[in-house]
């Protein structure tokens, strides 16, 4: 062959490598959990979604400033639903602000949950939720069959009210194999119903054979304090709630205990993908609390994932451009 052409060709060769993804490899459950021991939840409730030139979080910005605190993992929460059409089928201006921020989250080396996140919707309608969310993971799961095993999918956040134990069972028996028609190996979120609540963790059926599945479920107990005061659960509207004391510190290891146990029977790697204490609670106290639960977990062999980046809960300040670093030292330790 003329070197013209070998050359042409291996340029050729070169540009589409260049271009094209890592492809998955296949990692356990467990060394995917390893990998992303401190994370943190992101985007949820931010307005890039809507108009990338709204967007409070800079994506390359903000991600290695994620890095740089210590952190080895992203949540991103996805209320993709109220960017669907008719027809279910996902508008391609979203899906190419999502592929822009799982870009960037790769580029400073974190683990990126793609979490469905329309849970208040699925709870109170499940028969309108479970054609989007099929919808959903047949696009996303096509979409991102190639993306490196550092991208893993959690199916949805908080199943609740209508998703009961058995509902929800049926609906992962449904939605898991949407999902591994196009990603057989990658790792896959699931938590119990009861908007994931470890009080629910033994109703949870993950089917047997699939082994790449990470258990996760979310811990905001005791709720008339992480929740004090906050506008959507009207249950716990006293402030001044405080936190740290031994019964309670004793509380959290055994309910954290009773996760283990349950991950132990299973043989599942587990994820607390929430926690936290809300902001209207006592600084000291809820850094005790965050910490706690941060230890709690990592001595447990658990990832985490602190409720949230910015919004409420906050564990850094956008505007002054800081992290609030009671919250974060907690979070990651100095
Ligand atoms: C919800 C948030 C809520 C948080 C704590 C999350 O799953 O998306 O709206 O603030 O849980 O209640």
Known sequence: MPSVFKTLIACALLSSLAVSPTPAREVSARDQVKAMTRGINVLGYDPLWKDPAKARFQTARHFKIIKAGGFDAVRINLQAFSHMDASN???PAWLKTLDQVVKAALAQKLTVILDEHDFNDCGADPAACKPRLIA?????????????DKVVFELLNEPNKGLTDDVWNAW?????????????????????????????LSQLNLPEGDRHLIATVHYYLPMEFTH??????????KTGVTWGAPAERARM????????????AHDRPVLLGEFGAYDKGD????????????????????????WQFDSDFVAYDIKKDVWVEPIHGALVPK
């Open 89 to 91: 089928q996902l508008d």
């Open 136 to 148: 959903f993971w047949k696009q996303i799961g096509a979409r991102y069959k190639d993306a490196p």
């Open 172 to 200: 992962i028996a449904e939605l898991l194999p949407v999902v591994r028609a196009t990603n057989p190996k990658r790792n896959v979120i699931i938590g119990p119903a009861f908007w994931n609540n470890i009080s629910h």
């Open 228 to 237: 004090q005061g906050a506008a959507w659960n009207p249950d716990t509207p």
């Open 253 to 264: 290891k055994a309910d954290f205990d009773g996760v283990q146990a349950w991950a132990k």
């Open 283 to 306: 600084m000291a106290s809820r850094a005790a609390y965050t910490a706690a639960a941060a230890r709690e977990a990592e001595a447990r062999g658990w990832a985490w994932a602190y």
